[in-house]
């Protein structure tokens, strides 16, 4: 038997999810809602770039595709804020479907938007589904990984995290909202403005964190400051002499009773090595006992989303109906061969069509 996966939006994410999809055994692909109309009835095949037809026709009406099949998880990975998801998650609750998205802001909805989180968590209960918000980053590394982390501590005075990464492989709009390739007044202007808005998932990372430690903060205060290249900096997309901004640092902290108690960091740029920058992860937890943990390179974004998104499906399956979060959920864990084990016979009945 296996379990029914509808594909919401056809990106690069959604392109490497199909094919780890069709690696597995126990996984089954059954449809693909896009937004062009040039994708419509394009076979799934080639619309991810394989040389051979799947026998699944990508369309645009979202509905047609999510009646077509009783009960599956959607793998809904379209844009990153709540405001502009949650229509759309409320349509493939109402249908019946569980489902894992990656939108940042859904990781913990209820630090930007409480009262679409506490809606969504009605419409999901009400059809006895679930919906997770999951990725990289926000979704594990910053968060997530952080909170496994503080189980062996007694006790926690101050989390810190880095993620340094290589943003050489993004093209046009990731250079735009990062502001790379502008001088330090463009991008200063370009924050101002909300242009240029660096990482996003912060606040809901560190809500995340604090939720599960049941730490009450003050307030998340973000600053967002230029990474200015000492020497020319080239990619596929972009060209940046020595001067101009090639990253933006973007940080984020968490304060109780006044005192800083998360510190993100996350200063992604083009070509970090050409300055000598070496990426990586660091979690740093100061308490009891300390811990500090480093990895060098960093988990890759691309990889790390499609994966977890992917490896979640069993995770959200069994869990209980309603909105949920990582820090809900048992452990993620890669599941390398197939996923029928690990779900249960009888929540398996009500995905038989
Ligand atoms: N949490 C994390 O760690 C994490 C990691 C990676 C990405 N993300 C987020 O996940 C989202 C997807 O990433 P991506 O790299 O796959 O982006 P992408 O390549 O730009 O793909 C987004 C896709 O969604 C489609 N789309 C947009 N609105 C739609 C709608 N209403 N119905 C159907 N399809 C729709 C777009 O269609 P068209 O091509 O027709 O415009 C596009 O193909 C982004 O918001 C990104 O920021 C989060």
């Given at each position: ?24 055994k ?21 619309a ?8 699944i ?9 999510l ?10 990975s379209?844009?990153?804020?709540v ?102 007044r ?29 730490w ?16 020319e ?12 901004v ?16 998360i ?9 970090p ?28 974004g ?18 209980r109906?309603?909105?949920v ?29």
């Amino acid at each position: 038997v296996s379990v029914k996966v509808i594909l919401w939006g056809m990106g690069e994410m959604a392109k490497g999810m199909a094919k780890m999809i069709l690696e597995k055994k126990g996984l089954e692909l059954v449809g693909a809602i896009a937004k062009r109309k040039e994708k419509q009835d394009m076979d799934l095949g080639t619309a991810i770039g394989l040389d051979r037809k799947l026998g699944i026709l990508v369309e645009c009406d979202a509905a047609k595709v999510l009646a077509k099949t009783k009960r599956a998880v959607v793998l809904h990975s379209t844009n990153s804020f709540v405001s502009s998801v949650c229509g759309e998650l409320e349509q493939a609750l109402n249908a019946g479907h569980d489902i894992i998205t990656i939108a940042e802001e859904m990781i913990y909805p209820w630090a930007s938007a409480p009262e679409v989180a506490q809606k969504l968590d009605r419409v999901a209960k009400g059809s006895g589904v679930s919906l997770l918000g999951t990725g990289i980053n926000p979704g594990f590394i910053m968060d997530t990984f952080v909170i496994a982390l503080t189980g062996v501590c007694a006790s926690v005075d101050k989390i810190t995290v880095t993620r340094i990464n290589d943003l050489g492989s993004f093209g046009p709009t990731v250079m735009r909202t990062q502001g790379i390739g502008k001088s330090v007044r463009e991008f200063e202007d370009g924050v101002a403005a909300g242009r240029i808005v660096g990482h996003i998932g912060f606040k809901e990372s560190i809500s995340l964190i604090s939720s599960s430690l049941g730490w009450k903060l003050d307030e998340i205060v973000q600053s967002r400051e230029p990474i200015i290249a000492r020497s020319e900096r080239v990619t596929p997309f972009i060209r940046v002499p020595a001067g101009k901004v090639v990253g933006c640092k973007h940080i984020a902290e968490g304060k109780m009773n006044g005192r800083v108690v998360i510190r993100l960091e996350h200063p992604q740029q083009i070509r970090p090595e050409v300055d000598g920058v070496l990426t990586g992860d660091c979690i740093v937890i100061q308490g009891i006992p300390n811990i500090r943990l480093n990895i060098n390179p960093e988990v890759p974004g691309s990889i790390g989303t499609i994966a977890i998104a992917v490896n979640m499906i069993p995770r959200v399956f069994e869990a209980r109906p309603g909105l949920v979060t990582m820090a809900d959920l048992p452990l993620p864990s890669a599941i390398p061969d197939d996923f029928a084990g690990f779900f249960q016979a009888d929540k398996l009945e009500g995905f038989v069509d």
